[in-house]
């Protein structure tokens, strides 16, 4: 099983950045999927999550109105649209099957001018 996340980098203040994990070694198309963030120091926090067909999706208060989840069950890949973003949403950013509890390694997302 792996979930490998990509896309992070370092973006100015109201920038976008779009986050993806490629999943592999089991069925995606039949979990939901979320994506995670963490800070040093600070426990891990949810960002968003979707259903296994993608009809349903549920975001933190943070998130609302600037990231956007979705998944391509064909190219076996979720998806972290995020906009307009600030310092406080620098953090390593994971990927998560929900129902197996399996983690990707993370990508860094870091906001500074």
């Known amino acids: 099983v792996q979930l490998v996340e990509s896309g992070g980098g370092l973006v100015q203040p109201g920038g976008s950045l779009r986050l993806s994990c490629a999943a592999s070694?089991?069925?995606?198309?039949?979990?939901?999927m979320s994506w995670y963030r963490q800070t040093p120091g600070k426990a891990r926090e949810l960002v968003a999550r979707?259903?296994?067909?993608?009809?349903?999706?549920t975001y933190a208060d943070f998130g609302k109105g600037r990231f956007t989840i979705s998944r391509d069950n064909g190219k076996n890949t979720v998806y972290l649209q995020m906009n307009s973003l600030k310092p406080e949403d620098t953090a390593v950013y994971y990927c998560?099957?929900?129902?197996?509890?399996?983690w990707g390694q993370g990508t860094q997302v870091t906001v500074s001018s």
């Open positions: 998560h099957c929900t129902a197996k509890n399996y």
């Open positions: 070694g089991f069925t995606f198309r039949l979990y939901g």
């Open positions: 979707i259903s296994s067909v993608g009809d349903s999706t």
